[in-house]
């Protein structure tokens, strides 16, 4: 794999740019303000006793929020990526690092990903944009980047929207499936398919339980809209309006985590989408998930410093804490027999 390595590179730098500078947002919210939980009075319970950890893929979380992934091929990425696995490792929080393409196609941006010297503990997940399996991504390439990392599992993520409104972007999605089956059967760690802005219908989910896959992150719609940040990186008029017609395209983040709960109960689903606070992380966990990911606020944090995002860590720990001080739940589980109510924010 050795042509794209600049473009590939001076893309990811576009996208740390784009993210700080620019507004991406969806056009569409994460339906989680359509929830409220039944607060409970009388929880009888203490708040220091209220238990936030939990085990996945054979290591201990210590609550139930991660790093989503979001850079790596760059000098600044590097940096970004060293602090967010500091801050993942004294925080005992998963991470997952942005797509390793860049890295496969020039051995010079390996270091940008690599992390375990700062945060040997975590669980840490490799990345790879699962169309490139159709442009000669090999499962010996996934199994590089997992071992490039130290990485506990593989993330192949979906993002067919994205590439759709790029001039040159790889949309020959036909076939896929049978090619991320293929990595599931091949790899000797799970293998979570995320998306990365749009979520996942129920049809999707039991097309990819089916297959092996360990693990959904839903990405839904109400974050980051990537055919946004695609917009202000064309170069034509015709272009930017193409991919601003997009910009309230996808499944919101609560509606998309039912779904793939209901279709595929046996998948782990990791909420992610909009997520601002741990009070949207409780929700999402009533609402059928295992843990929520956040990358935006972790990414402006990064910038400056591990402390920082630490800082971030602790604070969306606490609320997830309060939230299940609220309703009366001692720990994860009694958290997910919580009880919420559906309104119209409207």
Known sequence: MGKKNSS?????????RINLEQEVHSGLTTGLENYRFVHQALPELDLGEIKLDFSLFGKRISAPL???????GTEK?????????QAAQETGIPMGVGSQRAALEDPSLVDTFQVRDVAPDILLLANLGAIQLNYNLSVDDCRRAVDMIEADG???????????????????FSGLLNKIEGVCQ??????????????????????LSNIGVSAIDVAGAGG??????????????DQRKIASAFVDWGIPTAETIQLVRDAAPELAVFASGGLRNGVDIAKCITLGAVMGGMARPFLKAAIRSHEEVIQII?????????SMFGVGAEDLDGLTKAQLIKHNSS
């Open 8 to 16: 590939t590179s001076s893309r990811k730098a576009d996208h740390i």
């Open 66 to 72: 991660f790093i989503s992934s979001m850079t790596g």
């Open 77 to 85: 990425a590097g940096m970004i990526n060293q602090n967010l696995a």
């Open 154 to 172: 593989l993330i192949l993520h979906l993002n067919s929207l994205q590439e759709a409104v790029m001039p040159d972007g790889n949309t020959r």
């Open 186 to 207: 091949a790899l000797e760690v799970p293998v979570i398919v995320k998306e990365v802005g749009w979520g996942f219908s129920n049809q999707a989910a039991v097309k």
């Open 224 to 237: 980051t809209s990537w055919t946004e940040v695609e917009m202000h990186r064309t170069e034509t008029d």
């Open 314 to 322: 602790n604070r969306i720990k606490r609320e997830i804490q309060i």
